[in-house]
C-alpha cells in the first residue's frame, strides 16, 4: 500500500470498523466534542467536589478532621476506580463505549446526590436558618454516600479515557499530526479548568447562598450536557481497537520467566523470539525495541531447545520481545510514577485545609457586605492555569526550544521537575500566611472569632502557585505517560497516573489521622482542631513543603536513571 494512501498507519477506525479516513476523522475536527465533553464533565465534578468539606461540616454535622478526611478518602477513590476502567478500555470495549457505559452511572450518581441533598426523608434535616443544627440519620448519611460513590465508580471510567482517547484523533505515525498532540495536552487541561472556573465561583456561591439542591442540581444537568457533547462527535472519532488483556499478557512474562529461571539470555539480541511480521502479535500495538534493562524477563523470549513446537505455540512459556517491553515500560514508570503522590497531597490542600483556613478569615468582598464562600477561592488556581496554559504554550515553549532544540521546548520530565519545584512554594506560602493569622490571633485575643479582620483574599497566592504547578508538572505527567505507554495499554497508564492523586488524598488522609492523633495527647487540641485559631496548620503545611523538597530530589534521580521506549513501524 502507498505510503501515505489518506488514511491513518496507527491502527485506528472509523465507527463503523474501517480504516480511519485522515481527512474525514480525528485532529482538531474530533476534538472540540471531546474537549467540550471533558469541560462540562469537570464542571459537574468540581461542582459537587469543591465545597463538599463544608457540606460534610454543616449539613452531615462532621467535624472538621472527619469531614477532611472523609473527602480526601472519597476523592481518592475517584482516582483509584480509573484502573476499572482503563482495564475494560484497552482490553475489551475501547475507549468510546468505556466512556459511553460510565457515563450513565456517573450521571445516575449526581441524580441521586441531588436527590439526596433536596428530596424531605432523604436529606439531612435542618433546624433554624440556612445550615444551622442539621443532623443527619444513618440513612440520609447513607443515600449521600452511596451517590457520592457511584460518581467515583462513573468517573473510573472517564478519567483515564478521555485524555487518551483525544490523543488518539492525532496519527503518531504523521509527523504533522504528532506536533499537534503536545498541544492537545495543555488545551485539554484548560478545557478542564474552564469547568473548574465556572464550578468553583457560580456553583459554590448557589451551594452557600441558594441551597444544596441546587448547587448540586445544576452540575448534574452539566453531566447531561457532557454526554450529549461527547456523543454528537461519534461520526468524526478515531478509534483505537482493544488489545485483549493486558494484565494476562504481563501474568504471562512473568510465568514464562519463572519457568525459564535457570535459561542464560544470549548476547546477540537477534536470537530473542518476536514474530516475523512487521505489525506486533499484540492488537493495536506497535513493536517495541528490546532495551537492556530488567533483563531477567527477556528469558520469556528465549526459545528452548526442547519442544519448540510446542512451546512456540505457548505463550506462557514463550513471549515475544513487545510483550516483554509491555511489561518493561510499566515498570520503568513507576519510580516516575511514585514521585507523583507528594505533589497530589500538596494539590489535594485546596480542597481541604487551605478551605479550613479560608473560613477562619474575613470573607467579605472590600467593604461590601457580599461574601465570598471559602472553597470559590480555588477560582484563582483556575485563572492560574488559565492563564499558564497558553502563556505556556505560544511564549515558554518557542523560548525553550530555542535552547534545548527540542521541538516541545521541554521533555517531559523536565516540565514535571519544574512543577513539583514549584508547588514547594504553595505550602511555604499557606504556612507564612497561618503563621501570620494565628499570630494577629494571640496579639487581639480573637480565639473566639469565627472569622478574624484579616481578608480572606490573602489566599491568593498559594492558589496562584499551586495552579502554575499544576500546568508544569500535570500536563507533563498526562502526556508523558500517554507517551511512554505501550500502544495497547494506554487508558491503564494514564489510570496509573492518576492513582497518584488517589494515593495522594490517602496519604493526606494518613498524615491528618497521625498528627490529630500524636498532637492531641494530654488533652492537647492539637494541629487541627474544630476552632483552627487554637490549632497549628501551619505546621503541617510546612511538613508537606519538607517532604516536597526530599520528593524533588527523588524525582531527578528517577529522571536521570530513566530509558524512553522505543517504538518500531507502524499499524495497518
Known sequence: MAEDDGYTKDGTVDYCGNPANKKETGTWKACPFILGNECCERLAYYGMSTNLVLYFKKRLHQHSAIASKNVSNWSGTCYITPLVGAFLADSYLGRYWTIAVFSIIYAIGMTLLTLSASVPGIKPTCHGHGDENCHATTLESAVCFLALYLIALGTGGIKPCVSSYGADQFDDTDPAEKEHKSSFFNWFYFSINIGALIASSLLVWIQDNVGWGWGFGIPAVAMAIAVASFFSGTRLYRNQKPGGSALTRICQVVVASIRKYK??????????????????AIKGSRKLDHTDELRFFDKATVLARSDKVKESTNPWRLCTVTQVEELKSILRLLPVWA????????????????VLQGQTMDTRVGNSTFKIPPASLSIFDTLSVIFWVPVYDRIIVPIARKFTGYKNGLTQLQRMGIGLFISIFSMVAAAILELIRLRMVRRHDYY???EIPMTIFWQVPQYFVIGCAEVFYFIGQLEFFYEQAPDAMRSFCSALSLTTVALGQYLSSLLVTIVTKITTRNGRPGWIPDNLNFGHIDYFFWLLALLSVVNLIAFLVVSMLYTYKRPVGTLR
Open 263 to 280: 535459561v542464560e539470555v544470549p548476547a546477540d539480541e537477534s536470537l530473542l523470539y518476536e514474530t516475523a511480521e512487521t505489525e506486533s
Open 448 to 450: 473566639q472569632l469565627e
Open 339 to 354: 514521585t507523583g503522590i507528594i505533589f497530589s497531597t500538596v494539590y489535594g490542600q485546596m480542597s481541604t485545609l487551605f
